[in-house]
């Protein structure tokens, strides 16, 4: 009986430390996404959405995941982002249309978009009811025209305009991480729940 009890307990801790290590990694890799770069206010500039596609480039602060991106605009727009800069044609990383109400967010962990400090990447922005920008602010890249009579113009010859945005990145998670899901942790436990009680039945 003694015998029993013992490796019991050894695939007990077992199961304990599989599942704890997991959970470990799991939570690491999902941290919580902070903020890299705001510029969101003042919002003192209106731009044009009809016949008007809006380019901006972003510096990144911060090395890790782009997960989500919040614009300040109304409508459904047109969003498209890649790594890049200048007046970016693509091909895009992600091309969505986002129903924007300035306090909305576009979820863009999906895309795996990584970006190191110091890097350009591309918003691209076109459609919706609004859109507002800033003027005031130091520039975190160059903002660009296409429509209305422009062609892909560097809109920065007018002064320090920018879009409003916000974006934020998971320092966390790195390019190539392999990151358990939910479903396979459950998975895990099961399996290992599921030997302990095999080895009971032929003890």
């Given at each position: 009986?003694?015998?029993?009890?013992?490796?019991?307990?050894?695939?007990?801790?077992?199961?304990?430390?599989?599942?704890?290590?997991?959970?470990?990694?799991?939570g690491?890799?999902?941290?919580?996404?902070?903020?890299?770069?705001?510029?969101?206010?003042?919002?003192?500039?209106?731009?044009?959405?009809?016949?008007?596609?809006?380019?901006?480039?972003?510096?990144?602060?911060?090395?890790?995941?782009?997960?989500?991106?919040?614009?300040?605009?109304?409508?459904?727009?047109?969003?498209?982002?890649?790594?890049?800069?200048?007046?970016?044609?693509?091909?895009w990383?992600?091309?969505?249309?986002?129903?924007?109400?300035?306090?909305?967010?576009?979820?863009l962990?999906?895309?795996?978009?990584?970006?190191?400090?110091?890097?350009?990447?591309?918003?691209?922005?076109?459609?919706?009811?609004?859109?507002?920008?800033?003027?005031?602010?130091?520039?975190?890249?160059?903002?660009y025209?296409?429509?209305?009579?422009?062609?892909?113009?560097?809109?920065?010859?007018y002064?320090?305009?920018?879009?409003?945005?916000?974006?934020?990145?998971?320092?966390?998670?790195?390019?190539?991480?392999?990151?358990?899901?939910?479903?396979?942790?459950?998975?895990?436990?099961?399996?290992?729940?599921?030997l302990?009680?095999?080895?009971?039945?032929?003890?």
């Amino acid at each position: 009986m003694k015998t029993k009890n013992m490796q019991c307990s050894k695939f007990a801790a077992m199961l304990a430390a599989s599942i704890g290590a997991s959970v470990f990694i799991h939570g690491v890799a999902l941290a919580t996404p902070v903020i890299d770069q705001n510029n969101s206010s003042p919002l003192n500039v209106g731009y044009c959405t009809v016949g008007c596609e809006w380019q901006q480039e972003i510096t990144a602060g911060l090395t890790g995941q782009l997960t989500n991106l919040q614009l300040f605009g109304g409508g459904m727009t047109q969003v498209r982002i890649a790594n890049g800069n200048g007046f970016y044609n693509g091909p895009w990383a992600v091309d969505v249309n986002a129903q924007l109400n300035d306090t909305s967010m576009i979820d863009l962990s999906a895309f795996d978009i990584f970006v190191t400090t110091g890097q350009k990447f591309v918003v691209d922005v076109s459609g919706g009811s609004y859109l507002q920008g800033t003027y005031s602010n130091p520039m975190s890249g160059n903002l660009y025209l296409n429509g209305n009579g422009y062609n892909g113009f560097n809109f920065n010859q007018y002064g320090p305009y920018q879009l409003a945005y916000v974006t934020y990145v998971d320092t966390a998670v790195t390019p190539g991480q392999n990151v358990p899901e939910p479903a396979a942790l459950s998975l895990l436990g099961v399996g290992l729940l599921g030997l302990i009680a095999s080895r009971k039945r032929k003890l």
